[in-house]
């Protein structure tokens, strides 16, 4: 049977790949180091019945500073979806976490992954690297420009899983996420953020006008993505997107009809670092991946909305 390791296993994406490889039959490695970005208990439940599988084992462990050489030991496939995730807190003192966690570890995983003998090194990047582009939809040929720290730091991992490539060989994919939401989504995510105020009465802060539009993706077609990417050959950077863009000021329109409940919305200036628009051309991983999205935005919210009701999020 195959075996793969999943950084970031009891993250938000990372425990949804993690499910899925193992109704594949694959033998799966987790890593995390529970970082105090968000409650433990939460990453905790996303992993709960991953860890009724005896195919499963998770590593409470630091990319920086484990034996990775011993992690890939017998590794087929790596699904890199460990980071430090959030643009707004990307600036200032807080930059030093995402070099560590998004550049040093990177650096070392592939540093480990180029003597494994991997078939794929599949690496979770972002849409935060093409920043504000002056055209859309954005291609993998748009030239990347990131407004955030953040975006800066995952073109900077994505750049060395490219040079891994070329220099060692190395059979990397780094898969290009926009906007990802569904169950088990982080708390201070938008969909989240407006479904948990849905639910209970709260007023949120909203950054901007509400004209700024997002291309979201359901969590179970970026996993598809993954999924596919394990045989994928040809272009190491490759758009992963949801074909559901649309502004906030919609999106809170759908979710208080989804919930049908009222929102109540404070506006904010908007935030530093903040796109004001993504929109992502998915020809590529058709071509390459055979992945088209298979999940609506108001299907993708329905769903979300029925987990964080029984889930008591």
């Known amino acids: 049977m195959p075996r793969s390791v ?10 949804h790949v993690v499910d899925r ?10 890593v995390d180091c529970f970082t105090d970005y968000y409650d433990r208990a939460f990453k905790e439940a996303n992993i709960e019945e991953a860890r009724t599988n005896a195919k499963f084992q998770l590593l409470e462990d630091d990319l920086v500073t484990m034996d990775l050489p011993a992690l890939l030991d017998g590794a087929n496939y790596v699904f890199h979806q460990a980071g430090q995730a959030g643009v707004r807190p990307s600036w200032g003192a807080h930059f030093s976490g995402y070099i560590r966690n998004n550049i040093d570890a990177t650096q070392r995983l592939l540093e480990a992954a180029k003597d494994a003998k991997l078939t794929k090194f599949v690496f979770a990047s972002s849409s935060s690297i093409y920043g504000d582009a ?9 030239i990347p420009q990131p407004i955030s720290p953040y975006g800066v730091t995952k073109l900077a991992a994505e750049h060395l899983c490219s040079l891994y490539a070329k220099i060692y060989d190395l059979p990397t994919i780094s898969l290009r996420y926009f906007t990802v939401y569904g169950p088990r989504q982080r708390s201070e995510m938008a969909i989240q953020h407006f479904l948990s105020a849905c639910r209970s009465g709260e007023t949120v802060s909203m950054f901007g006008d509400g004209t700024q539009t997002r291309d979201f993706t359901f969590v179970d077609d970026i996993v598809e993505a993954n999924v596919r990417a394990m045989e994928a050959s040809g272009p190491t950077v490759v758009n992963v997107c949801g074909g559901s863009r649309i502004s906030l000021n919609d999106l809170l329109e759908l979710l208080q009809e989804t919930s049908g409940r009222p929102l109540h919305v404070e506006r904010e200036p908007a935030a530093q670092g ?10 590529l991983a058709h071509r390459v991946l055979g992945f088209e999205p298979r999940t609506t935005l108001a299907q993708g ?3 979300q909305w029925r987990w964080l009701n029984d889930s008591s999020q």
């Open 134 to 142: 002056r055209e859309l939809p954005v291609t993998e040929e748009t």
């Open 21 to 30: 490889l193992l109704t594949l039959g694959h033998d799966v490695t987790g």
């Open 301 to 303: 919210v329905a769903a």
């Open 274 to 283: 903040d796109a004001k628009h993504t929109f992502g051309d998915n020809s």
């Open 6 to 15: 999943v950084t970031g296993a009891a993250g938000f994406i990372g425990s």
